[in-house]
């Protein structure tokens, strides 16, 4: 079975900083993971997508994310926070077990961001 | 396109009383999901349609949970009766295919139910 952990449940860093949200995944097939992003009271977005063809896929808002297989790890990145930055992430595998209907998510990493 | 719709956007309601939440997925979108978002168990699918028709609903937590999809551009999701450890927000999703494809998926606002 597929699944995902983030490793950490809050995040906090400075305006014009680094960012690094942290994904591992269990799968036993190639996965298709995505992040997605939750600003409050708000529906989810999705941020960006692994598909296989690249392992550095870059998504909205200047956030990146790398696949490495070796490490089994898919971490978000952004080189500088900005104030609108600060909601809630969510790190996603696809159920392949299921039919691929199945969004399997993570506990979510809330970040803040401090001016 | 206004993106998924639902409606309403908040309920509160009493133990023991039917509560129904709609969704009007993006046109076009062969697939619908719906979630539900708590505190303890984070986000959860609890069963999701192709074509109108529901395809796994294994996520359901018990009897007193329905859903339909009537048609193309309208789902419902039923709580009969309604009990407060149903509180949380309610999401419904769409997608033009699975996510095992890559596919993204478009999530409304959320219902924020409240049950006394």
């Known amino acids: 079975a597929q699944s995902v952990t983030q490793l950490d449940s809050h995040v906090s860093v400075s305006e014009g900083t680094p960012v690094l949200l942290r994904c591992n995944y269990s799968s036993s097939y190639s996965p298709s993971l995505f992040w997605y992003v939750q600003h409050p009271n708000k529906g989810l977005q999705l941020l960006l997508k692994y598909t296989s063809a690249a392992t550095l896929v870059k998504g909205i808002n200047g956030f990146e994310a790398e696949f490495k297989k070796s490490e089994t790890s898919f971490h978000l990145t952004k080189p500088s926070a900005h104030m609108s930055d600060a909601a809630e992430y969510f790190c996603v595998v696809s159920d392949r077990d299921n039919q691929g209907g199945k969004l399997i998510f993570g506990q979510g990493t809330e970040l803040s961001v401090k001016p | 396109d206004a993106g998924v719709i639902q409606s309403p956007r908040h309920e509160v309601t009493e133990m023991g009383q039917e509560v129904t939440l709609r969704c009007k997925p993006i046109?076009?979108?062969?697939?619908l999901f719906w979630y539900r978002q708590t505190m303890m168990r984070g986000l959860e699918l609890l069963i999701y349609?192709?074509?109108?028709?529901?395809?796994?609903d294994s996520g359901m937590p018990e009897d007193r949970f329905s859903a339909k999809m009537p048609n193309a551009s309208f789902s419902t999701l039923k709580i009969q009766p309604s009990e407060p450890r149903d509180s949380a927000v309610y999401f419904c999703a769409s997608s033009l295919a699975l996510p095992l494809a890559y596919n993204e998926q478009f999530f409304g606002p959320g219902t924020r139910l409240t049950v006394l």
């Open positions: 046109s076009g979108h062969d697939y």
């Open positions: 349609f192709n074509n109108n028709v529901p395809i796994d």
